[in-house]
């Protein structure tokens, strides 16, 4: 090879840090930023909101952080009952730790990391995630459900079935949130999640069924899809684009041209996206770095076994594409169930992330594995340099 290329093969090499399951200090997230700006990664990912913590201060509707960003116990390990899904995340057999968790980013403290990231070549991409995963947020705000339930932060890991109402006043509540989040952050992107809401509430809620046969629609779940476009139309009119994870289009592709991050490889989900003319970031379940490296034999516990470092360098972002022009990269995830603190956090992320930021500057010209093998132990070197451990080699 004759040096590296000026011109990254993709322009989104991301890494999403879930700071609402677990709470990550303002430090070790700008550390992240260092290690991303060494290894040339160009997206940071923050997922602000979900049903055990909310963590982007608002003016505006202060008991998110007042109540949201605090619960009062965490499960200890895995759930009972894991794989059971038809149960409430709460009804299994859980042990609890009742030490309470939490805390939050003050705006201010979030411009600094914008600006701290700008420097070093990042972007940081916000996510509000909605209409699900909106549980943190119901317990602050009762009315933000379509019946006005007390419930408290999630305390366990799973899918909540309580989410936000989609009718004007829960789009209400989601542009006053994302008036700020414009205002503090500079991506051009604004991420609204999307993922894994339930529909059960909306089912059987008189308010939701007349809204559905008001707009026409046949099922309650497209209620999913036109809320969305809603969404979407007021990011395009702050000057930003929506992108979600693959259930946003899963009743079809909303209004607003959005930008599908496709995690559910299972599903085809950037097959599918592409094929729509949907463009695509790729965030499938190999680069789940929640995941164990490999089996999970001997390692930490983990949500899964995952992929090991030979598996994720040989991964394809190109792959099961119809149109390689709707490939915007990949990102890799580092959901914080598990991962209750920075060093676990290094542990799991690296050295697989090294992986992930070479597939995304260099594409399919990168080095053979053996010799990213050999370059290896000075990188991490570099890395340790910014404070940042790695799962031994
Ligand atoms: C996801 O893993 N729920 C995007």
Request: proline residues 7%; contains cysteine; negative net charge.
């Amino acid at each position: 090879m004759s040096g590296p290329p000026h011109t990254p093969a993709l322009p989104w090499r991301g890494v999403m840090l879930d700071v609402a399951r677990h709470f990550l200090p303002i430090g070790e997230v700008r550390r992240m930023v260092d290690a991303m700006a060494l290894l040339r990664l160009n997206a940071l990912h923050l997922h602000l909101t979900d049903d055990q913590g909310w963590r982007f201060e608002s003016k505006s509707w202060p008991r998110l952080t007042e109540i949201g960003a605090w619960r009062d116990a965490t499960v200890v390990g895995r759930p009972g009952n894991y794989t059971d899904w038809s149960l409430h995340p709460e009804n299994h057999l859980n042990t609890y730790s009742r030490v309470r968790h939490g805390g939050f980013y003050t705006q201010a403290e979030l411009r600094d990391l914008v600006a701290y990231a700008r420097e070093r070549g990042v972007t940081v991409v916000p996510e509000i995630d909605m209409p699900g995963h909106m549980r943190a947020a119901r317990a602050a705000y009762p009315d933000l459900g379509y019946e006005p339930t007390a419930l408290g932060v999630g305390r366990s890991w799973g899918i909540y079935p309580e989410v936000l109402r989609v009718d004007e006043t829960g789009l209400a509540f989601c542009t006053d949130i994302l008036a700020e989040v414009v205002d503090v952050f500079d991506a051009p992107y604004v991420h609204i999640g999307g993922d894994e809401c339930p529909k059960v509430e909306w089912e059987a809620s008189p308010v939701a069924q007349a809204q559905r046969r008001d707009l026409g629609l046949s099922e309650v779940a497209d209620l999913q899809r036109w809320f969305t476009g809603r969404i979407a139309a007021y990011l395009t009119s702050c000057g930003r684009r929506l992108i979600g994870w693959d259930e946003i289009i899963d009743e079809g592709v909303p209004d607003g041209d959005p930008v599908v991050m496709a995690w559910r490889d299972w599903t085809d989900a950037a097959g599918r996206a592409t094929r729509a003319g949907v463009d695509v970031v790729q965030a499938p379940s190999l680069l789940y770095f929640d995941h164990a490296c490999g089996t999970g034999d001997g390692e930490p516990l983990s949500i899964a076994p995952g992929a090991d470092l030979a598996a994720v360098y040989a991964y394809d972002p190109y792959a099961g594409l119809s149109d390689p022009a709707h490939l915007l990269g990949l990102q890799a995830q580092l959901w914080s169930e598990y991962i209750p603190t920075a060093d676990h956090l290094w542990y799991m992320a690296f050295p697989r992330l090294v992986a992930v930021a070479d597939i995304g500057w260099y594409g399919a010209d990168r080095p053979p594995y053996e010799e990213f093998l050999a370059d290896l132990p000075g990188r991490l070197e570099a890395l340790a340099d910014l404070g940042i451990g790695h799962r031994p080699l």
